[in-house]
């Protein structure tokens, strides 16, 4: 399986529920329409203390192809474009604001 986790920072001008609605119902639905895709999930996070050092991160995204070929695949379709595209209005396109990063190892210590 290869697997992503994706660290996203809404853009500071746009209400929390705006940019979960827009996860939830505009650009997540893009990703659960790919046969590519075989998990794709929304964790919305709150935090709990802030030194104020970094910006809150607003939600985290586990999503997983069977290979990284079929994750090329799903990435170069026009209806990922339109989903870049209309990501702009909602999330930072900056390492800051969205940053996708590959699982290396899972260990469950709970089932």
Do not use: C, W
């Not at 609605?21 to 999930?41: I, K, L, S, W």
């Not at 929304?42 to 607003?58: K, M, N, Q, R, T």
């Not at 079929?70 to 390492?95: G, P």
Request: zero cysteines; proline letters at 5%; a neutral charge.
């Amino acid at each position: 399986m290869y697997e992503l986790m994706t660290v996203i920072r809404k853009r500071p001008d746009i209400p929390t529920a705006a940019f979960r609605d827009f996860m939830e119902n505009r650009y997540g639905t893009v990703y659960a329409a790919m046969p590519e895709v075989r998990r794709y999930v929304h964790f919305y996070l709150d935090d709990l203390v802030s030194d104020g050092a970094e910006e809150p991160i607003d939600a985290i995204v586990n999503i997983a192809f069977e290979s990284r070929e079929t994750m090329q695949t799903a990435l170069a379709t026009d209806a990922y474009r339109e989903a870049v595209k209309s990501r702009s209005a909602y999330i930072r396109e900056s390492s800051r604001g969205i940053h996708p990063a590959l699982v290396a190892k899972t260990v469950r210590l709970v089932p």
